[in-house]
Protein backbone atom coordinates (compact mmCIF):
# COMPACT_ATOMS: atom_id res chain seq x y z
CA UNK A 1 0.00 0.00 0.00
CA UNK A 2 2.81 2.51 1.31
CA UNK A 3 4.93 3.92 -1.94
CA UNK A 4 8.71 2.81 -1.70
CA UNK A 5 11.18 5.96 -4.02
CA UNK A 6 12.91 2.99 -4.74
CA UNK A 7 14.26 2.78 -8.83
CA UNK A 8 12.37 -0.12 -8.96
CA UNK A 9 9.15 0.80 -7.78
CA UNK A 10 9.49 4.01 -9.63
CA UNK A 11 10.11 2.27 -12.95
CA UNK A 12 7.03 -0.87 -12.25
CA UNK A 13 4.88 1.94 -11.04
CA UNK A 14 4.66 3.43 -14.66
CA UNK A 15 4.69 -0.28 -16.30
CA UNK A 16 1.29 -0.86 -13.94
CA UNK A 17 -0.17 2.54 -14.70
CA UNK A 18 0.33 1.76 -18.35
CA UNK A 19 -0.82 -1.87 -18.07
CA UNK A 20 -3.97 -0.47 -16.11
CA UNK A 21 -5.31 2.98 -17.28
CA UNK A 22 -8.48 2.34 -15.37
CA UNK A 23 -7.99 1.01 -11.87
CA UNK A 24 -7.71 -2.28 -10.42
CA UNK A 25 -10.73 -2.30 -8.11
CA UNK A 26 -13.41 -0.17 -8.99
CA UNK A 27 -13.13 -0.16 -12.71
CA UNK A 28 -14.34 3.70 -12.93
CA UNK A 29 -11.70 6.22 -12.09
CA UNK A 30 -8.19 6.60 -14.13
CA UNK A 31 -5.52 5.05 -12.46
CA UNK A 32 -3.05 7.70 -10.66
CA UNK A 33 -1.22 5.12 -8.01
CA UNK A 34 0.60 1.50 -7.77
CA UNK A 35 -1.41 -0.59 -5.28
CA UNK A 36 0.32 -3.08 -3.74
CA UNK A 37 -1.59 -6.21 -3.76
CA UNK A 38 0.58 -7.76 -0.92
CA UNK A 39 1.49 -4.79 1.92
CA UNK A 40 4.99 -4.13 2.32
CA UNK A 41 5.31 -4.53 6.38
CA UNK A 42 3.49 -8.50 5.33
CA UNK A 43 6.96 -9.14 2.47
CA UNK A 44 5.28 -7.83 -0.30
CA UNK A 45 7.89 -6.76 -2.57
CA UNK A 46 8.19 -3.96 -5.78
CA UNK A 47 8.01 -6.33 -8.53
CA UNK A 48 5.71 -5.69 -11.05
CA UNK A 49 3.21 -8.75 -10.59
CA UNK A 50 2.65 -6.98 -7.09
CA UNK A 51 1.70 -3.74 -8.09
CA UNK A 52 -1.75 -2.88 -9.97
CA UNK A 53 -3.02 0.65 -11.24
CA UNK A 54 -5.53 2.00 -8.94
CA UNK A 55 -7.41 5.60 -8.04
CA UNK A 56 -6.26 7.32 -4.97
CA UNK A 57 -9.63 6.84 -3.62
CA UNK A 58 -9.50 3.23 -3.59
CA UNK A 59 -6.03 3.04 -2.83
CA UNK A 60 -6.40 4.95 0.31
CA UNK A 61 -9.36 2.94 1.08
CA UNK A 62 -7.34 -0.64 0.72
CA UNK A 63 -4.62 0.97 3.06
CA UNK A 64 -7.01 2.51 5.72
CA UNK A 65 -9.50 -0.91 6.31
CA UNK A 66 -5.91 -2.97 6.07
CA UNK A 67 -4.20 -0.27 8.98
CA UNK A 68 -7.63 -0.51 11.06
CA UNK A 69 -7.33 -4.63 10.59
CA UNK A 70 -3.43 -4.66 11.57
CA UNK A 71 -4.25 -1.88 14.97
CA UNK A 72 -7.36 -3.39 15.57
CA UNK A 73 -5.98 -7.19 16.40
CA UNK A 74 -2.87 -5.28 17.88
CA UNK A 75 -5.01 -3.72 20.27
CA UNK A 76 -7.18 -7.08 20.91
CA UNK A 77 -3.82 -8.58 21.86
CA UNK A 78 -2.43 -6.10 24.12
CA UNK A 79 -5.62 -6.03 25.66
CA UNK A 80 -5.46 -10.06 26.44
CA UNK A 81 -1.98 -9.66 27.86
CA UNK A 82 -1.62 -6.34 29.73
CA UNK A 83 -4.54 -4.78 31.94
CA UNK A 84 -2.83 -1.45 33.35
CA UNK A 85 -4.07 -0.10 37.00
CA UNK A 86 -5.62 3.23 36.05
CA UNK A 87 -3.69 4.98 39.57
CA UNK A 88 0.18 3.27 39.16
CA UNK A 89 -0.03 2.87 34.90
CA UNK A 90 1.44 -0.85 35.99
CA UNK A 91 0.04 -4.50 35.06
CA UNK A 92 -2.45 -5.48 37.70
CA UNK A 93 -0.67 -8.53 39.01
CA UNK A 94 -4.30 -10.25 40.23
CA UNK A 95 -5.81 -10.49 36.36
CA UNK A 96 -2.76 -12.53 35.61
CA UNK A 97 -4.82 -15.74 35.96
CA UNK A 98 -8.07 -14.64 34.88
CA UNK A 99 -9.17 -15.49 31.49
CA UNK A 100 -9.92 -12.31 29.31
CA UNK A 101 -12.60 -12.12 27.06
CA UNK A 102 -11.23 -9.94 24.05
CA UNK A 103 -13.29 -8.70 21.55
CA UNK A 104 -14.33 -10.57 18.01
CA UNK A 105 -16.29 -9.49 15.37
CA UNK A 106 -19.88 -9.27 15.76
CA UNK A 107 -21.61 -12.37 14.98
CA UNK A 108 -25.54 -11.68 13.90
CA UNK A 109 -26.63 -13.30 17.14
CA UNK A 110 -27.36 -12.12 20.45
CA UNK A 111 -27.79 -13.50 24.15
CA UNK A 112 -31.53 -13.74 24.07
CA UNK A 113 -33.59 -14.16 26.90
CA UNK A 114 -34.28 -17.69 26.20
CA UNK A 115 -30.82 -18.68 27.43
CA UNK A 116 -31.02 -20.13 30.85
CA UNK A 117 -29.33 -18.69 33.51
CA UNK A 118 -27.44 -21.83 33.84
CA UNK A 119 -25.99 -21.39 30.39
CA UNK A 120 -25.28 -18.05 30.71
CA UNK A 121 -23.04 -18.50 34.10
CA UNK A 122 -20.75 -20.21 31.71
CA UNK A 123 -20.08 -17.14 29.74
CA UNK A 124 -19.68 -14.61 32.96
CA UNK A 125 -16.87 -13.64 33.88
CA UNK A 126 -15.90 -14.18 37.72
CA UNK A 127 -17.12 -12.01 40.35
CA UNK A 128 -15.62 -9.07 40.50
CA UNK A 129 -14.66 -8.81 36.79
CA UNK A 130 -16.61 -6.95 33.97
CA UNK A 131 -17.91 -8.94 31.31
CA UNK A 132 -16.95 -7.29 27.49
CA UNK A 133 -19.58 -8.78 24.98
CA UNK A 134 -22.52 -6.22 25.04
CA UNK A 135 -25.92 -8.58 26.38
CA UNK A 136 -27.88 -6.89 23.44
CA UNK A 137 -26.17 -6.37 19.99
CA UNK A 138 -27.66 -5.30 16.58
CA UNK A 139 -26.48 -7.04 13.74
CA UNK A 140 -23.24 -6.07 12.06
CA UNK A 141 -20.76 -6.77 9.24
CA UNK A 142 -19.44 -4.38 6.94
CA UNK A 143 -16.39 -3.15 5.23
CA UNK A 144 -14.20 -2.14 7.40
CA UNK A 145 -14.35 -0.21 10.65
CA UNK A 146 -12.25 3.13 12.20
CA UNK A 147 -12.28 1.80 15.77
CA UNK A 148 -8.92 0.66 15.68
CA UNK A 149 -7.66 3.86 14.39
CA UNK A 150 -9.76 5.91 17.38
CA UNK A 151 -7.56 3.16 19.65
CA UNK A 152 -4.65 4.07 18.08
CA UNK A 153 -5.08 7.79 18.59
CA UNK A 154 -6.03 7.30 22.07
CA UNK A 155 -2.57 5.70 22.89
CA UNK A 156 -0.98 8.10 20.80
CA UNK A 157 -2.04 11.12 22.01
CA UNK A 158 -3.64 10.80 25.07
CA UNK A 159 -1.62 8.10 26.54
CA UNK A 160 -4.36 5.65 26.88
CA UNK A 161 -4.97 2.19 25.98
CA UNK A 162 -9.00 1.54 25.17
CA UNK A 163 -10.40 -1.14 27.12
CA UNK A 164 -12.10 -4.18 24.98
CA UNK A 165 -15.03 -3.29 25.75
CA UNK A 166 -14.85 0.55 24.08
CA UNK A 167 -13.31 -1.17 21.12
CA UNK A 168 -16.15 -3.74 20.74
CA UNK A 169 -18.33 -0.64 20.51
CA UNK A 170 -16.80 1.34 18.57
CA UNK A 171 -16.25 -1.56 15.83
CA UNK A 172 -19.92 -1.72 15.88
CA UNK A 173 -20.84 1.46 15.70
CA UNK A 174 -18.11 3.59 13.49
CA UNK A 175 -18.57 0.42 10.46
CA UNK A 176 -18.08 2.69 6.94
CA UNK A 177 -18.71 1.02 3.19
CA UNK A 178 -16.09 1.10 0.66
CA UNK A 179 -16.28 5.07 0.60
CA UNK A 180 -15.71 6.05 3.93
CA UNK A 181 -18.78 6.39 4.86
CA UNK A 182 -20.29 5.46 8.01
CA UNK A 183 -22.75 2.25 7.82
CA UNK A 184 -24.61 3.45 10.76
CA UNK A 185 -26.58 6.98 11.07
CA UNK A 186 -27.14 6.38 14.60
CA UNK A 187 -25.45 3.94 17.67
CA UNK A 188 -26.75 3.79 21.32
CA UNK A 189 -24.06 2.69 23.55
CA UNK A 190 -25.08 1.69 27.58
CA UNK A 191 -23.77 0.52 30.05
CA UNK A 192 -23.82 1.03 33.75
CA UNK A 193 -22.14 4.59 35.28
CA UNK A 194 -18.36 4.87 35.54
CA UNK A 195 -17.25 2.36 32.95
CA UNK A 196 -15.65 4.94 31.03
CA UNK A 197 -18.03 6.30 28.35
CA UNK A 198 -16.53 9.79 28.62
CA UNK A 199 -12.72 8.36 27.96
CA UNK A 200 -14.26 6.59 24.95
CA UNK A 201 -15.93 9.48 23.85
CA UNK A 202 -12.76 11.98 24.32
CA UNK A 203 -10.84 9.65 21.40
CA UNK A 204 -13.88 9.34 19.63
CA UNK A 205 -14.17 13.15 19.37
CA UNK A 206 -9.84 13.65 18.93
CA UNK A 207 -9.86 11.44 16.09
CA UNK A 208 -13.14 13.06 14.34
CA UNK A 209 -11.85 15.78 14.92
CA UNK A 210 -8.16 15.36 13.70
CA UNK A 211 -8.21 12.96 11.71
CA UNK A 212 -11.17 12.02 10.30
CA UNK A 213 -10.71 15.42 7.68
CA UNK A 214 -8.15 13.55 6.04
CA UNK A 215 -10.03 10.58 5.30
CA UNK A 216 -12.54 12.25 3.67
CA UNK A 217 -11.19 14.73 2.07
CA UNK A 218 -13.33 17.38 3.66
CA UNK A 219 -13.73 19.44 6.99
CA UNK A 220 -15.58 17.71 9.68
CA UNK A 221 -18.52 19.74 12.13
CA UNK A 222 -18.78 18.11 15.52
CA UNK A 223 -21.13 18.79 18.67
CA UNK A 224 -21.07 17.18 22.39
CA UNK A 225 -24.36 17.84 24.53
CA UNK A 226 -25.94 16.54 27.17
CA UNK A 227 -28.78 17.68 29.30
CA UNK A 228 -26.64 19.26 31.28
CA UNK A 229 -23.64 21.86 29.84
CA UNK A 230 -21.31 20.96 32.75
CA UNK A 231 -22.24 17.32 31.57
CA UNK A 232 -21.47 17.98 27.85
CA UNK A 233 -18.13 19.95 28.77
CA UNK A 234 -16.33 17.17 30.41
CA UNK A 235 -15.09 15.52 26.91
CA UNK A 236 -13.95 19.12 26.05
CA UNK A 237 -11.67 19.44 29.36
CA UNK A 238 -10.47 16.12 29.11
CA UNK A 239 -9.08 17.22 25.41
CA UNK A 240 -7.57 20.27 26.88
CA UNK A 241 -3.83 19.80 26.85
CA UNK A 242 -4.90 18.67 22.98
CA UNK A 243 -6.48 21.63 22.19
CA UNK A 244 -3.81 23.67 24.01
CA UNK A 245 -0.73 21.79 21.86
CA UNK A 246 -3.37 22.28 18.35
CA UNK A 247 -3.80 26.44 19.64
CA UNK A 248 0.05 26.45 20.35
CA UNK A 249 0.73 25.03 17.27
CA UNK A 250 -1.19 27.28 14.88
CA UNK A 251 -3.42 24.50 13.92
CA UNK A 252 -6.73 25.29 15.43
CA UNK A 253 -8.19 28.41 17.37
CA UNK A 254 -9.75 27.34 20.56
CA UNK A 255 -12.75 29.33 22.66
CA UNK A 256 -12.26 28.21 26.68
CA UNK A 257 -15.15 30.52 27.74
CA UNK A 258 -17.56 28.61 30.00
CA UNK A 259 -20.77 27.81 27.01
CA UNK A 260 -18.56 28.68 24.52
CA UNK A 261 -16.71 26.23 24.31
CA UNK A 262 -15.32 25.20 20.74
CA UNK A 263 -12.20 24.27 18.27
CA UNK A 264 -12.09 25.50 14.84
CA UNK A 265 -9.14 24.12 12.72
CA UNK A 266 -7.36 25.17 10.11
CA UNK A 267 -9.14 22.83 7.36
CA UNK A 268 -12.30 23.88 8.51
CA UNK A 269 -13.25 21.53 10.97
CA UNK A 270 -15.55 22.49 14.46
CA UNK A 271 -15.78 20.87 18.17
CA UNK A 272 -18.92 22.76 19.73
CA UNK A 273 -20.58 22.35 22.50
CA UNK A 274 -23.90 22.96 23.44
CA UNK A 275 -26.20 22.17 26.12
CA UNK A 276 -29.51 20.07 24.80
CA UNK A 277 -32.52 21.67 24.55
CA UNK A 278 -35.45 21.68 22.28
CA UNK A 279 -35.75 25.33 21.64
CA UNK A 280 -32.24 25.43 19.79
CA UNK A 281 -32.82 24.32 16.17
CA UNK A 282 -30.50 24.60 13.47
CA UNK A 283 -26.83 23.91 13.19
CA UNK A 284 -25.62 21.31 10.52
CA UNK A 285 -23.24 18.27 12.41
CA UNK A 286 -21.90 15.11 10.80
CA UNK A 287 -21.12 14.17 14.42
CA UNK A 288 -23.61 14.14 16.84
CA UNK A 289 -22.43 13.05 20.50
CA UNK A 290 -25.06 12.74 23.31
CA UNK A 291 -24.15 11.87 26.97
CA UNK A 292 -26.84 10.26 29.03
CA UNK A 293 -29.61 10.02 26.49
CA UNK A 294 -32.02 8.94 28.87
CA UNK A 295 -32.75 12.40 30.39
CA UNK A 296 -32.94 14.03 27.24
CA UNK A 297 -36.39 14.61 25.70
CA UNK A 298 -38.13 13.45 22.36
CA UNK A 299 -38.75 16.88 21.50
CA UNK A 300 -34.70 18.06 22.04
CA UNK A 301 -33.74 14.43 20.16
CA UNK A 302 -36.29 13.84 17.40
CA UNK A 303 -37.45 17.70 16.88
CA UNK A 304 -33.56 19.39 17.37
CA UNK A 305 -30.77 17.41 17.23
CA UNK A 306 -31.42 14.66 14.54
CA UNK A 307 -32.91 16.79 12.23
CA UNK A 308 -29.57 18.97 12.26
CA UNK A 309 -28.10 15.63 10.19
CA UNK A 310 -30.40 15.73 7.15
CA UNK A 311 -27.89 17.70 5.17
CA UNK A 312 -24.59 15.88 5.94
CA UNK A 313 -23.40 12.99 3.12
CA UNK A 314 -22.61 10.62 6.25
CA UNK A 315 -23.79 11.35 9.59
CA UNK A 316 -23.51 9.92 12.93
CA UNK A 317 -25.13 10.29 15.99
CA UNK A 318 -23.50 8.61 18.97
CA UNK A 319 -25.42 8.04 22.28
CA UNK A 320 -24.15 7.06 25.41
CA UNK A 321 -26.47 6.63 28.43
CA UNK A 322 -27.18 4.65 31.30
CA UNK A 323 -30.76 3.11 31.93
CA UNK A 324 -33.62 4.98 31.89
CA UNK A 325 -37.20 5.28 33.25
CA UNK A 326 -40.84 5.72 31.87
CA UNK A 327 -39.85 9.10 30.85
CA UNK A 328 -36.93 8.41 28.75
CA UNK A 329 -39.23 8.15 25.79
CA UNK A 330 -36.53 8.76 23.00
CA UNK A 331 -34.30 6.72 24.24
CA UNK A 332 -37.18 3.90 24.54
CA UNK A 333 -37.83 4.79 20.97
CA UNK A 334 -34.96 3.77 20.05
CA UNK A 335 -33.99 1.03 22.28
CA UNK A 336 -37.40 -0.54 21.17
CA UNK A 337 -36.30 -0.02 17.36
CA UNK A 338 -33.00 -1.93 17.71
CA UNK A 339 -34.76 -4.62 19.70
CA UNK A 340 -36.82 -5.00 17.09
CA UNK A 341 -33.44 -5.57 14.55
CA UNK A 342 -31.61 -8.03 16.50
CA UNK A 343 -35.01 -9.57 16.27
CA UNK A 344 -35.04 -9.80 12.42
CA UNK A 345 -31.69 -10.53 12.20
CA UNK A 346 -30.70 -7.72 9.51
CA UNK A 347 -28.57 -5.07 9.88
CA UNK A 348 -30.49 -1.37 9.57
CA UNK A 349 -29.23 2.50 10.06
CA UNK A 350 -29.08 1.78 13.66
CA UNK A 351 -26.64 0.14 16.12
CA UNK A 352 -26.98 -0.69 19.32
CA UNK A 353 -24.62 -2.55 21.94
CA UNK A 354 -26.03 -2.85 25.63
CA UNK A 355 -24.49 -4.31 28.36
CA UNK A 356 -27.02 -4.91 31.36
CA UNK A 357 -28.04 -7.49 33.32
CA UNK A 358 -29.94 -10.39 31.76
CA UNK A 359 -33.67 -10.77 31.77
CA UNK A 360 -35.11 -12.03 34.85
CA UNK A 361 -32.01 -12.60 36.75
CA UNK A 362 -31.56 -11.27 40.54
CA UNK A 363 -29.89 -7.83 40.74
CA UNK A 364 -28.86 -8.53 44.30
CA UNK A 365 -26.55 -12.12 42.90
CA UNK A 366 -23.44 -10.29 42.33
CA UNK A 367 -22.20 -12.78 39.62
CA UNK A 368 -24.40 -10.93 37.23
CA UNK A 369 -22.87 -7.15 37.96
CA UNK A 370 -20.32 -7.57 35.51
CA UNK A 371 -23.02 -8.18 32.43
CA UNK A 372 -23.77 -4.13 33.20
CA UNK A 373 -19.87 -3.16 34.55
CA UNK A 374 -17.89 -4.30 31.12
CA UNK A 375 -14.88 -2.00 33.27
CA UNK A 376 -15.07 -4.12 36.55
CA UNK A 377 -12.00 -4.80 37.58
CA UNK A 378 -10.45 -1.84 36.44
CA UNK A 379 -11.49 1.22 36.93
CA UNK A 380 -14.91 0.23 38.60
CA UNK A 381 -14.21 -2.17 42.09
CA UNK A 382 -16.68 -4.68 43.53
CA UNK A 383 -16.21 -3.10 46.71
CA UNK A 384 -18.20 0.07 45.44
CA UNK A 385 -20.89 -1.91 43.54
CA UNK A 386 -21.37 -3.17 47.13
CA UNK A 387 -21.84 0.28 48.64
CA UNK A 388 -24.16 1.36 45.95
CA UNK A 389 -25.98 -1.56 46.67
CA UNK A 390 -26.34 -0.97 49.92
CA UNK A 391 -28.44 2.79 49.40
CA UNK A 392 -31.62 4.10 50.24
CA UNK A 393 -32.53 4.70 46.69
CA UNK A 394 -32.67 1.09 45.18
CA UNK A 395 -34.14 2.50 42.08
CA UNK A 396 -30.88 4.84 41.48
CA UNK A 397 -28.84 1.31 41.86
CA UNK A 398 -30.46 -0.28 39.43
CA UNK A 399 -30.85 2.04 36.80
CA UNK A 400 -27.28 3.41 37.23
CA UNK A 401 -25.07 0.40 37.96
CA UNK A 402 -27.35 -2.30 37.32
CA UNK A 403 -28.05 -0.83 33.65
CA UNK A 404 -31.82 -1.95 34.50
CA UNK A 405 -34.97 -0.28 33.40
CA UNK A 406 -36.40 0.95 36.70
CA UNK A 407 -39.05 -1.57 37.34
CA UNK A 408 -41.83 -1.86 39.93
CA UNK A 409 -42.47 -4.47 42.76
CA UNK A 410 -45.51 -5.31 40.92
CA UNK A 411 -44.00 -7.31 37.98
CA UNK A 412 -46.49 -9.63 36.86
CA UNK A 413 -43.83 -12.44 37.03
CA UNK A 414 -41.31 -14.00 38.87
CA UNK A 415 -37.59 -13.03 37.70
CA UNK A 416 -36.33 -15.91 35.51
CA UNK A 417 -39.51 -17.04 34.88
CA UNK A 418 -40.01 -16.04 31.47
CA UNK A 419 -36.35 -17.30 30.54
CA UNK A 420 -37.48 -21.06 31.23
CA UNK A 421 -40.17 -21.10 29.07
CA UNK A 422 -38.35 -21.30 25.86
CA UNK A 423 -39.19 -24.14 23.56
CA UNK A 424 -37.58 -25.60 20.57
CA UNK A 425 -40.65 -26.93 19.56
CA UNK A 426 -41.97 -23.68 17.43
CA UNK A 427 -44.24 -25.75 14.85
CA UNK A 428 -47.27 -24.81 15.19
CA UNK A 429 -50.22 -27.82 14.49
CA UNK A 430 -53.89 -27.82 14.16
CA UNK A 431 -56.59 -25.06 13.49
CA UNK A 432 -56.80 -22.92 16.84
CA UNK A 433 -53.94 -20.20 16.01
CA UNK A 434 -54.37 -16.16 16.81
CA UNK A 435 -52.61 -12.78 15.70
CA UNK A 436 -53.10 -10.43 18.61
CA UNK A 437 -52.19 -6.67 17.18
CA UNK A 438 -51.67 -3.60 19.27
CA UNK A 439 -50.34 0.17 18.92
CA UNK A 440 -47.93 1.66 21.26
CA UNK A 441 -49.53 4.55 23.47
CA UNK A 442 -48.57 7.19 20.78
CA UNK A 443 -49.33 5.13 17.93
CA UNK A 444 -45.27 5.27 16.54
CA UNK A 445 -45.16 1.19 16.90
CA UNK A 446 -47.72 -1.68 15.83
CA UNK A 447 -46.79 -5.24 17.09
CA UNK A 448 -48.68 -8.55 16.15
CA UNK A 449 -47.75 -12.13 18.41
CA UNK A 450 -48.63 -14.82 17.34
CA UNK A 451 -49.65 -17.64 19.86
CA UNK A 452 -50.83 -21.46 18.99
CA UNK A 453 -50.52 -25.30 19.89
CA UNK A 454 -47.55 -26.85 19.34
CA UNK A 455 -47.11 -31.12 18.70
CA UNK A 456 -47.04 -31.25 22.50
CA UNK A 457 -50.04 -29.83 23.39
CA UNK A 458 -48.62 -26.36 24.88
CA UNK A 459 -49.38 -23.18 23.81
CA UNK A 460 -46.45 -21.02 22.30
CA UNK A 461 -46.05 -17.51 21.37
CA UNK A 462 -43.50 -15.79 19.00
CA UNK A 463 -43.54 -12.02 17.53
CA UNK A 464 -45.12 -11.86 14.00
CA UNK A 465 -44.08 -8.72 12.93
CA UNK A 466 -43.18 -4.99 14.57
CA UNK A 467 -43.29 -1.78 12.32
CA UNK A 468 -43.82 1.80 12.29
CA UNK A 469 -47.03 2.65 10.45
CA UNK A 470 -50.67 1.30 10.27
CA UNK A 471 -50.27 0.68 6.18
CA UNK A 472 -47.28 -1.65 7.26
CA UNK A 473 -49.57 -3.30 10.18
CA UNK A 474 -52.49 -4.24 7.58
CA UNK A 475 -49.35 -5.17 4.97
CA UNK A 476 -48.32 -7.88 7.79
CA UNK A 477 -51.96 -8.87 8.52
CA UNK A 478 -53.03 -9.19 5.03
CA UNK A 479 -49.89 -11.30 4.29
CA UNK A 480 -50.69 -13.67 7.40
CA UNK A 481 -54.46 -14.26 7.37
CA UNK A 482 -53.67 -15.33 3.31
CA UNK A 483 -51.04 -17.69 4.48
CA UNK A 484 -53.30 -19.20 6.91
CA UNK A 485 -56.80 -19.19 6.32
CA UNK A 486 -57.69 -20.75 9.81
CA UNK A 487 -55.68 -17.80 11.50
CA UNK A 488 -57.72 -15.52 13.77
CA UNK A 489 -57.09 -12.16 14.19
CA UNK A 490 -57.37 -9.96 17.40
CA UNK A 491 -57.68 -6.50 17.59
CA UNK A 492 -58.07 -3.65 19.13
CA UNK A 493 -61.38 -1.34 18.64
CA UNK A 494 -59.57 1.87 17.84
CA UNK A 495 -57.58 -0.21 15.12
CA UNK A 496 -60.64 -2.04 13.80
CA UNK A 497 -61.59 1.22 11.99
CA UNK A 498 -59.95 0.48 8.97
CA UNK A 499 -60.65 -3.72 9.13
CA UNK A 500 -60.47 -4.90 5.00
CA UNK A 501 -63.97 -6.73 4.73
CA UNK A 502 -62.67 -10.09 3.70
CA UNK A 503 -61.15 -9.85 7.71
CA UNK A 504 -64.35 -8.73 9.26
CA UNK A 505 -65.50 -12.20 10.07
CA UNK A 506 -61.92 -13.23 11.31
CA UNK A 507 -61.77 -11.11 14.03
CA UNK A 508 -62.48 -10.56 17.46
CA UNK A 509 -62.15 -7.34 19.25
CA UNK A 510 -60.14 -6.96 22.91
CA UNK A 511 -59.27 -3.92 25.16
CA UNK A 512 -59.11 -3.29 28.77
CA UNK A 513 -62.00 -5.66 29.63
CA UNK A 514 -59.78 -8.52 28.06
CA UNK A 515 -56.89 -7.28 30.08
CA UNK A 516 -58.86 -7.43 33.36
CA UNK A 517 -60.72 -10.50 32.85
CA UNK A 518 -57.56 -12.86 31.33
CA UNK A 519 -54.34 -11.45 33.05
CA UNK A 520 -54.75 -13.51 35.74
CA UNK A 521 -54.97 -16.82 33.98
CA UNK A 522 -52.30 -16.08 31.41
CA UNK A 523 -49.90 -15.35 34.24
CA UNK A 524 -50.91 -18.38 35.71
CA UNK A 525 -50.05 -20.22 32.20
CA UNK A 526 -46.71 -18.98 32.62
CA UNK A 527 -45.78 -20.12 36.06
CA UNK A 528 -47.40 -23.81 35.48
CA UNK A 529 -45.30 -24.05 32.16
CA UNK A 530 -48.22 -24.18 29.58
CA UNK A 531 -47.14 -21.01 27.89
CA UNK A 532 -44.04 -20.73 26.35
CA UNK A 533 -42.45 -18.56 23.66
CA UNK A 534 -39.64 -18.81 20.97
CA UNK A 535 -37.10 -16.32 22.11
CA UNK A 536 -37.33 -13.12 20.88
CA UNK A 537 -35.75 -10.43 22.23
CA UNK A 538 -38.77 -7.65 22.19
CA UNK A 539 -41.34 -10.23 23.52
CA UNK A 540 -39.03 -10.81 26.55
CA UNK A 541 -38.00 -7.59 27.40
CA UNK A 542 -42.02 -6.34 27.57
CA UNK A 543 -42.92 -9.43 29.49
CA UNK A 544 -40.62 -8.85 31.79
CA UNK A 545 -40.94 -4.83 32.76
CA UNK A 546 -44.94 -5.32 32.60
CA UNK A 547 -46.58 -4.33 35.93
CA UNK A 548 -49.16 -5.62 37.69
CA UNK A 549 -52.25 -2.91 39.14
CA UNK A 550 -55.58 -3.83 40.81
CA UNK A 551 -58.69 -2.85 38.80
CA UNK A 552 -62.23 -4.24 39.80
CA UNK A 553 -60.89 -6.80 42.22
CA UNK A 554 -58.91 -7.99 39.77
CA UNK A 555 -55.17 -7.43 38.73
CA UNK A 556 -54.86 -5.68 34.87
CA UNK A 557 -51.27 -5.49 32.98
CA UNK A 558 -50.88 -1.44 33.33
CA UNK A 559 -48.78 0.29 30.38
CA UNK A 560 -48.92 3.26 32.36
CA UNK A 561 -46.88 2.02 35.83
CA UNK A 562 -44.49 -0.20 33.58
CA UNK A 563 -41.27 1.02 33.00
CA UNK A 564 -41.08 1.09 29.18
CA UNK A 565 -43.68 0.08 26.02
CA UNK A 566 -45.56 -3.29 27.36
CA UNK A 567 -47.69 -3.98 23.88
CA UNK A 568 -46.12 -7.42 23.20
CA UNK A 569 -47.25 -8.50 27.08
CA UNK A 570 -51.07 -6.73 26.04
CA UNK A 571 -50.94 -8.91 22.77
CA UNK A 572 -49.91 -11.95 24.64
CA UNK A 573 -52.72 -11.90 27.33
CA UNK A 574 -54.94 -11.28 24.28
CA UNK A 575 -53.52 -14.12 21.88
CA UNK A 576 -52.75 -16.82 24.91
CA UNK A 577 -56.35 -16.26 26.25
CA UNK A 578 -58.33 -16.99 23.03
CA UNK A 579 -56.58 -20.19 22.08
CA UNK A 580 -56.66 -21.59 25.75
CA UNK A 581 -60.84 -20.97 24.53
CA UNK A 582 -61.31 -22.02 21.27
CA UNK A 583 -65.00 -22.25 21.55
CA UNK A 584 -64.63 -18.18 22.21
CA UNK A 585 -67.10 -16.08 20.55
CA UNK A 586 -65.89 -13.49 17.88
CA UNK A 587 -68.30 -10.79 20.16
CA UNK A 588 -66.60 -7.48 20.54
CA UNK A 589 -65.77 -6.53 24.40
CA UNK A 590 -65.91 -2.78 24.07
CA UNK A 591 -63.76 -0.40 26.46
CA UNK A 592 -60.27 1.77 26.45
CA UNK A 593 -57.47 -0.43 24.63
CA UNK A 594 -55.11 1.13 27.19
Not at 52 to 78: E, P
Not at 215 to 227: K, L, Q
Not at 321 to 348: P, Y
Request: proline fraction near 4%; glycine fraction near 8%.
Amino acid sequence: MTKRNTPEFTRNRLIALENEPICHWCHKAPSTEADHLIESDRGGTDDLDNLVGSCKKCNATRGNNYLNNKRTAQQHQRAEHLRLDPQTKKPQTFLKNQKMMTPTPFTDISMNSHDSVQDHDKTLAMVGFGVEQPRLVTPTGAFGSYSALVGAWSEAHLSRTLFPWQLTALSGALEHDEDGNFISSTALISTGRQNGKTTMLSALVGFCLTELPRIWGRPVRIMSTAHELGLATEVFEDLREVFELLEESGLAKVTWAYGRHQVKMLDGSVYKVNSATGKKHGGTWDILIVDELWAISEATYFGALKPSQIAVPSPLAFLVSTAGDESSRAFLKLREQALGVIDSGERSDLFMAEWSLETGVSPDDQKYWGQANPSLGRTITLKGLQAAAESPDRAQFLRAHCNLWVAAANSWINPGEWAKRYTTNQDLVGGNTVLAVDSSVDDSKYVGILCGLNSDGDIVASVAFTCETNRAMWRHIERLMEDDPKLKLAITPTLDLHTPEPLIRRRSLWGYAEMIKYTGLVKSMITEGRLLHTGEEMLAEHVNRATLVKANGAVVLSSQKSPGPIECARCLVAAASLVSRPGQSGRAMMGSAR
